[in-house]
């Protein structure tokens, strides 16, 4: 029992992080506050839906379009929308102030546009709800999907970002953009693909959290914020913490379920996430910030 | 500031008042509403209630308008978005009234919202016909607000018909003695879950699992297993649409087949047959659909042309129901008087699609079934027990792949 | 005290007067639009009161406004009306004295993120408060208090904020708090007790939104804690003060205004695409009002000079 418990936590936990890396990219990196995050999410959710039921066609080639389109169009998003505010602004807490405004306004004009398509009915579909037999224990093949493409999304991104010289471009604007700027590295195209990339990690998981849960065009928020939640609590812009901290979560999560009382199960999320902070500042694997 | 503010509305305020004023007498019937077109409330407003609001205009125009007196009047539709927040739902209701002057109101969704708003549809003689709101404190409200109506019943009301049929069951012995529930976090499913405690251990059943979960939560897989493991047979979860979902599918995945499987609110939604197939045979929930009934299947097909999916077989027969006491209310007052649309509405006997509906302290008495099932693709009423009424199937028929 | 502060306090005390005449002059609606407006003015200069100097952006406006909210639903029909305002005082210091103390080491984004997780956390506990010890989810509030009197105390309560929001910019704890603002380290080292500053700020800021929340509960029958705790007021109170400008005690109420009336607008204009034109409306602000309407009004008044 406990070994099931533990592997439904980890599968929730592998979806909550899989759900926050975009936003960890898009923060950490970009340093852009993204309020319109979790539409992006149910966006892709749609996008599936429409694939399976509308044009029959197999959600997991969803996971294969999807993704490239939501990248193009925070590209753009990065370029229209937020680098004037980067030029304009003086401090970063202004950058700070103006994107909240900014993608805050962003988030109600796609959610507007999602509630003129679909209206705000509940929509889900069944696909790959079939059980899978781990060591005795039972998890759904759809969520476990979420959780392996978590892991390898975390490590392929890790490693992408370790090894390679655009990764370490990258790295360098996340630490420091002024000294990136120093040792010429264009910080703008580098915040841009960092930007997109967030989007395309949230339209990914988007297709895949739309496999097993029932959304509407009006659920976006709650992502939005679960993300924050584990970005701020592995580390900004540090995917394995982002990982840690969804994997925690969701393990916490599911054992409180279980062996304290299911009502509590949110609560507790929120006093582990809170207790993290005041014994690390800066997140799990975060840097001090001064 | 403030000043200016005032000023600039006060100046669409009057604007308003002179697009919207009839020029003449009554040449038309201005209707209003504020609904959730966004926010937590939008996902059951637009499956239950706002689809009911619109085909029942389109309905009442196609005749020619609104019967008031000799003369069918047009219907003028004004529509807000209440947010899902009880301030906004009430300064909505107010404006609607003060500054639109609307002839009528439709309610809004939920209990909450009907709550927050009942104080204004009393001070201002509106007939409320709630159909979307389920409170045990329905008896108490109807005395305080005259004017509003508690279509959708009380708690106890459909926990008495669940444990009758539960009863039943035990005592032909196809069901065990222990039953195990689970909850959300709202008032919707606290309040149920409280009377459910009561009547199932009143009746002699014990709770081998009774928990709650919050609003949110995207895995209930642990709660399944709890229940699984707590052996008994029951099953029953007083649960929203996205977690309807989520335990369907789950305990599809867990092998978790219970002889009895209640769920909450969804399992009536056209969406749940279309995503679980077959898999729907069996499961139980609140509301349910009559077989030989031809005017709600007219309505349910009508609805699927209209919006290209079918009504929630549970609150939305009992929603396009309510609007047509409205209608015949007003057609016999003879005009938009309240006051006496309210005691035609009170006293008079109407003929909608549930058949014909009488209230009796302005709530239904056994006009629609309390308790359905899914039986060979469709959503039968078995319970209360009136005509036409189903013999549930026990046990559950084991989940297919 | 110079002259032109004389006659502001002399304009400011017309203005009361007049706005305390709102309920006789408007019809049901025009006083609940006020109510409104008044409400989000005292929530919005409260929390730029601490929000202002600080920089500390918060999320947890309703977490303290739930708390007010339910102390009146708890208390409202056994206890006399001051006696429930004043617990949700109380309560209110107590949480926001744990809070203070143990969170304003926090900075920028960690604290913002923080502060929304401690509204849930609290929602979440009287959500299984309420589940598991009343065993009722969702308190009726009947009390005969008119919209009127709300409004008045709601009027009274932004009088209040304005005046001690006044008062400590004169003071050396608005001083104290400037320097913590611009440099942290700085003030410490020049014998600020920074913490003390902040938390009794943060403490002065919150009983203002606990109080709010009491007064506007019975207006609604019914609270729940998703309608005590509905996180949408914290961002509206957030994106108010921040299109107003928290620099200026005066800031908040020029983005309350607008934003409360534009609101209101487009949701009767646009039912359907509320969403849409709201979040248009909010980029265009953003681009055309860069430090905000109080940055925008010193501006033209600077110009001309």
Same mark, same amino acid.
């Given at each position: 029992m406990l070994f099931e418990v533990t592997l439904s936590g980890v599968t929730l936990g592998g979806m909550y992080a899989l759900v926050a890396m975009g936003l960890t990219l898009q923060y950490g990196v970009a340093r852009i506050m993204n309020l319109s995050y979790g539409e992006l999410l149910i966006a892709a959710a749609f996008a599936a839906l429409w694939f399976y039921s509308g044009l029959a066609i197999n959600p997991l080639i969803g996971l294969v379009v999807v993704p490239p389109i939501a990248f193009a169009l925070s590209y753009a998003i990065y370029r229209i929308l937020v680098q004037p505010l980067v030029s304009r602004a003086k401090t970063r807490d202004a950058l700070e102030v103006d994107s909240i405004l900014a993608t805050f306004g962003l988030l109600f004009v796609i959610q507007g546009v999602m509630l003129a398509l679909f209206g705000g009915a509940y929509f889900s579909y069944s696909f790959l709800a079939v059980p899978l037999k781990i060591a005795g224990a039972?998890?759904?093949?759809?969520?476990?999907?979420?959780?392996?493409?978590?892991?390898?999304?975390?490590?392929?991104?890790?490693?992408?970002?370790?090894?390679?010289?655009?990764?370490?471009?990258?790295?360098?604007?996340?630490?420091?953009?002024?000294?990136?700027?120093?040792?010429?590295?264009?910080?703008?195209?580098a915040s841009a693909l960092a930007f997109a990339l967030g989007g395309a990690l949230v339209a990914a998981a988007g297709v895949l959290v739309s496999m097993f849960l029932t959304f509407n065009a009006n659920l976006g928020v709650v992502f939005t914020l679960k993300a924050l939640v584990v970005v701020i609590m592995g580390g900004v812009g540090n995917l394995l913490g982002a990982l840690i901290a969804g994997l925690i979560l969701g393990l916490v999560e599911n054992y409180v379920a279980v062996f304290v009382d299911p009502g509590l199960t949110l609560a507790a999320t929120y006093a582990i996430f809170l207790l993290v902070l005041l014994v690390r500042p800066q997140g799990i694997l975060g840097r001090s910030s001064r | 500031m403030i000043g200016l503010g005032l000023r600039l509305l006060t100046a669409t305020a009057v604007a308003a008042l002179a697009f919207a004023l009839p020029a003449s007498a009554q040449d038309k019937v201005k209707i209003g509403y504020a609904i959730s077109k966004t926010g937590p409330n939008a996902g059951g407003a637009s499956i239950t209630q706002i689809p009911n609001y619109e085909m029942w205009v389109k309905d009442v125009m196609a005749k020619g308008g609104l019967k008031v007196g000799d003369k069918r009047l047009p219907i003028e539709v004004i529509e807000y978005d209440d947010r899902s927040n009880s301030e906004e739902a009430l300064r909505a209701v107010e404006r609607l009234v003060t500054e639109d002057k609307v002839d009528l109101l439709f309610p809004p969704w939920g209990t909450g919202l009907n709550l927050a708003v009942g104080p204004a549809f009393n001070k201002y003689g509106y007939p409320q016909l709630a159909f979307s709101a389920v409170t045990d404190r329905a008896p108490d409200l109807a005395k305080?607000?005259?004017?509003?109506?508690?279509?959708?019943?009380?708690?106890?009301?459909?926990?008495?018909?669940?444990?009758?049929?539960?009863?039943?069951?035990?005592?032909?012995?196809k069901i065990g003695p222990n039953i195990a529930m689970i909850s959300i976090s709202d008032g919707f499913g606290i309040d149920l879950s409280q009377a459910a405690r009561k009547g199932f251990t009143d009746a002699g059943f014990k709770l081998a699992y009774d928990k709650s979960y919050p609003i949110g939560t995207q895995d209930l897989s642990p709660l399944i297993g709890e229940a699984?493991?707590?052996?008994?047979?029951?099953?029953?979860?007083?649960?929203?649409?996205?977690?309807?979902?989520?335990?369907?599918?789950?305990?599809?995945?867990?092998?978790?087949?219970?002889?009895?499987?209640?769920?909450?609110?969804?399992?009536?939604?056209?969406?749940?047959?279309?995503?679980?197939?077959?898999?729907?045979?069996?499961?139980?929930?609140?509301?349910?659909?009559?077989?030989?009934?031809?005017?709600?299947?007219?309505?349910?097909?009508?609805?699927?042309?209209?919006?290209?999916?079918?009504?929630?077989?549970?609150?939305?027969?009992?929603?396009?129901?309510?609007?047509?006491?409205?209608?015949?209310?007003?057609?016999?007052?003879?005009?938009?008087?309240?006051?006496?649309?309210?005691?035609?509405?009170?006293?008079?006997?109407?003929?909608?699609?549930?058949?014909?509906?009488?209230?009796?302290?302005?709530?239904?008495?056994?006009?629609?079934?309390?308790?359905?099932?899914?039986?060979?693709?469709?959503?039968?009423?078995?319970a209360p027990q009136r005509a036409g009424v189903g013999t549930p199937v026990v046990p559950k028929p084991a989940w297919k792949n | 005290?110079?002259?032109?502060?004389?006659?502001?306090?002399?304009?400011?005390?017309?203005?009361?007067?007049?706005?305390?005449?709102?309920?006789?002059?408007?019809?049901?609606?025009?006083?609940?639009?006020?109510?409104?407006?008044?409400?989000?003015?005292?929530?919005?200069?409260?929390?730029?009161?601490?929000?202002?100097?600080?920089?500390?952006?918060?999320?947890?406006?309703?977490?303290?406004?739930?708390?007010?909210?339910?102390?009146?639903?708890?208390?409202?029909?056994?206890?006399?009306?001051?006696?429930?305002?004043?617990?949700?005082?109380?309560?209110?210091?107590?949480?926001?004295?744990?809070?203070?103390?143990?969170?304003?080491?926090?900075?920028?984004?960690?604290?913002?993120?923080?502060?929304?997780?401690?509204?849930?956390?609290?929602?979440?506990?009287?959500?299984?408060?309420?589940?598991?010890?009343?065993?009722?989810?969702?308190?009726?509030?009947?009390?005969?208090?008119?919209?009127?009197?709300?409004?008045?105390?709601?009027l009274a309560l932004a009088v209040l904020v304005f005046a001690i929001g006044f008062w400590i910019g004169?003071?050396?704890?608005?001083?104290?708090?400037?320097?913590?603002?611009?440099?942290?380290?700085?003030?410490?080292?020049?014998?600020?007790?920074?913490?003390?500053?902040?938390?009794?700020?943060?403490?002065?800021?919150?009983?203002?939104?606990?109080?709010?929340?009491?007064?506007?509960?019975?207006?609604?029958?019914? @609270?729940?804690?998703?309608?005590?705790?509905?996180?949408?007021?914290?961002?509206?109170?957030?994106?108010?003060?921040?299109?107003?400008?928290?620099?200026?005690?005066?800031?908040?109420?020029?983005?309350?205004?607008?934003?409360?009336?534009?609101?209101?607008?487009?949701?009767?204009?646009?039912?359907?695409?509320?969403?849409?034109?709201?979040?248009?409306?909010?980029?265009?602000?953003?681009?055309? @009002?860069?430090?905000?309407?109080?940055?925008?009004?010193?501006?033209?008044?600077?110009?001309?000079?």
């Open positions: 039972t998890v759904a093949a759809n969520r476990l999907l979420a959780l392996l493409l978590a892991v390898a999304i975390g490590l392929g991104l890790y490693l992408g970002l370790t090894r390679t010289r655009i990764g370490t471009a990258v790295r360098a604007v996340a630490v420091d953009p002024v000294a990136a700027q120093l040792v010429a590295i264009d910080v703008r195209t | 305080r607000w005259p004017n509003s109506f508690w279509l959708l019943g009380t708690s106890k009301q459909y926990v008495d018909a669940l444990t009758g049929l539960l009863k039943k069951m035990r005592d032909e012995g699984q493991r707590s052996g008994a047979d029951t099953f029953v979860a007083f649960s929203y649409p996205p977690d309807t979902m989520a335990l369907t599918e789950q305990s599809k995945v867990a092998s978790y087949a219970p002889k009895v499987m209640f769920l909450g609110v969804g399992v009536g939604f056209p969406m749940y047959a279309q995503r679980f197939g077959a898999n729907v045979e069996g499961i139980m929930s609140l509301g349910g659909w009559s077989k030989d009934n031809a005017n709600t299947a007219a309505y349910a097909k009508k609805h699927e042309e209209m919006f290209k999916r079918g009504p929630d077989r549970w609150g939305s027969q009992i929603g396009y129901a309510s609007l047509q006491m409205l209608e015949q209310a007003i057609e016999r007052v003879g005009k938009i008087d309240r006051a006496a649309i309210i005691k035609e509405l009170q006293t008079g006997t109407f003929d909608t699609v549930l058949g014909k509906v009488k209230l009796v302290d302005n709530m239904m008495q056994d006009n629609f079934w309390l308790i359905g099932q899914w039986q060979d693709g469709f959503f039968a009423g078995v | 005290m110079s002259g032109r502060e004389m006659l502001g306090i002399a304009l400011a005390a017309v203005a009361v007067a007049v706005l305390a005449c709102v309920p006789l002059m408007l019809g049901d609606y025009g006083l609940s639009l006020a109510i409104n407006i008044v409400s989000y003015t005292v929530l919005a200069t409260a929390w730029s009161l601490f929000s202002g100097p600080t920089r500390y952006v918060s999320l947890a406006t309703v977490a303290f406004f739930g708390i007010g909210a339910y102390t009146t639903a708890v208390f409202v029909e056994s206890l006399a009306w001051p006696l429930v305002l004043l617990i949700a005082t109380a309560v209110s210091i107590v949480v926001a004295a744990i809070v203070g103390l143990s969170t304003l080491r926090l900075s920028g984004v960690y604290f913002v993120i923080f502060s929304f997780g401690l509204a849930e956390l609290v929602r979440q506990l009287v959500t299984w408060f309420e589940v598991n010890k009343t065993r009722t989810l969702g308190r009726y509030v009947f009390a005969d208090i008119t919209a009127a009197q709300i409004y008045w105390q709601l004169r003071s050396r704890l608005g001083l104290a708090l400037r320097a913590i603002g611009d440099d942290e380290t700085v003030a410490r080292h020049s014998g600020i007790d920074a913490t003390r500053a902040k938390v009794a700020l943060f403490v002065l800021s919150t009983v203002f939104m606990t109080l709010t929340g009491a007064i506007m509960a019975p207006r609604w029958t019914y @609270i729940d804690p998703a309608i005590a705790f509905n996180p949408v007021i914290s961002f509206t109170v957030l994106i108010m003060a921040l299109l107003g400008g928290v620099h200026r005690l005066y800031g908040p109420v020029l983005g309350v205004v607008p934003l409360a009336l534009l609101f209101e607008y487009l949701l009767a204009r646009f039912p359907n695409h509320f969403s849409i034109m709201v979040g248009l409306v909010f980029i265009v602000i953003v681009y055309l @009002i860069p430090r905000g309407i109080a940055g925008l009004v010193e501006g033209a008044v600077r110009k001309p000079a």
